[in-house]
């Protein structure tokens, strides 16, 4: 059963709200700015007033300082429109195929194990092995080797239980470990307060970030 949950937790109050923040001290600013102003006319020697290039000069400034306010504004809005449109990508991966980074997988009924490796050099072959949760061979597989690039493999159907997948490449005669990337189903998607809080709940493979996604998994 899939679930999507914490969106209560992304939602915040004007109080909280950075953006709505960054608008009141805008206008406390201009406040400021307009009383310091008032006060320094105020209170000049009337014998040795101040040259109106000078206010002009402040006024300059204070219209960068608006600027600079304004721009983070703006910039915050769009950060957080940001955040709610990959909220509502990671909910739709509901019930998806997605590549994590994993090597070991908990199957609760009979399913194949499956996933890919991304091999960023050139290799004389390249050798997947699966393995039982106490350590014994199950099935071996040579990928059919097509260059740089991301291989994919599938183990047939397998009993309920824990395994762990290893994978090497023969580089210049001699095995190298590969990082495998297990491929599961998205059963359920924590969204926090940022994108960063997003975490997806991934059958047999446990939860992981929404940025830790390889990529989806190819379902054939």
């Given at each position: 059963?899939?679930?999507?949950s914490?969106?209560?937790?992304?939602?915040?109050t004007?109080q909280?709200?950075?953006?709505?923040?960054n608008?009141?001290?805008?206008e406390g600013?201009?406040?400021?700015?307009?009383?310091?102003l008032v006060?320094q006319i105020?209170?000049?020697n009337?014998l040795?007033?101040?040259?109106?290039?000078?206010?002009?000069?402040?006024?300059?400034?204070?219209?960068?300082?608006e600027s600079?306010?304004a721009?983070k504004?703006s910039l915050?809005?769009?950060s957080?429109?940001l955040d709610?449109?990959?909220?509502?990508?990671a909910?739709?991966?509901?019930?998806t195929l997605?590549?994590?980074k994993?090597d070991?997988v908990?199957?609760?009924?009979?399913?194949a194990?499956?996933?890919?490796?991304n091999?960023g050099?050139?290799?004389?072959a390249?050798n997947v092995?699966?393995?039982?949760?106490?350590?014994?061979?199950?099935s071996?597989?040579?990928?059919a080797?097509?260059?740089?690039g991301?291989l994919?493999?599938?183990?047939?159907?397998q009993?309920?239980?824990?395994?762990?997948?290893?994978?090497?490449?023969?580089?210049?005669g001699?095995?190298?470990p590969?990082?495998?990337?297990?491929?599961?189903e998205?059963?359920?998607?924590?969204?926090?307060?940022s994108?960063?809080?997003?975490m997806l709940q991934?059958n047999?493979l446990?939860?992981?970030?929404?940025?830790e996604?390889?990529?989806l998994?190819y379902?054939?």
């Open positions: 059963m899939t679930a999507i914490g969106f209560a937790n992304a939602t915040a004007t909280t709200n950075p953006v709505a923040r608008s009141v001290e805008a600013l201009s406040t400021m700015f307009l009383e310091l006060a105020r209170h000049q009337p040795d007033p101040l040259d109106g290039t000078q206010y002009v000069s402040q006024l300059a400034e204070f219209a960068n300082v600079l306010q721009m504004i915050n809005k769009n957080n429109l709610s449109l990959q909220a509502l990508e909910t739709a991966l509901v019930g997605v590549d994590v994993a070991a908990v199957l609760e009924q009979r399913a194990v499956r996933g890919a490796i091999l050099v050139e290799a004389e390249v092995k699966l393995y039982s949760a106490d350590g014994n061979l199950v071996e597989q040579q990928l080797y097509s260059g740089v991301t994919r493999f599938e183990f047939p159907a009993a309920v239980g824990g395994y762990y997948v290893q994978a090497t490449a023969t580089i210049n001699r095995p190298q590969l990082q495998t990337w297990l491929s599961g998205v059963e359920r998607v924590s969204v926090g307060a994108k960063d809080d997003i991934v047999g446990g939860n992981h970030g929404l940025l996604i390889n990529q998994a379902k054939g």
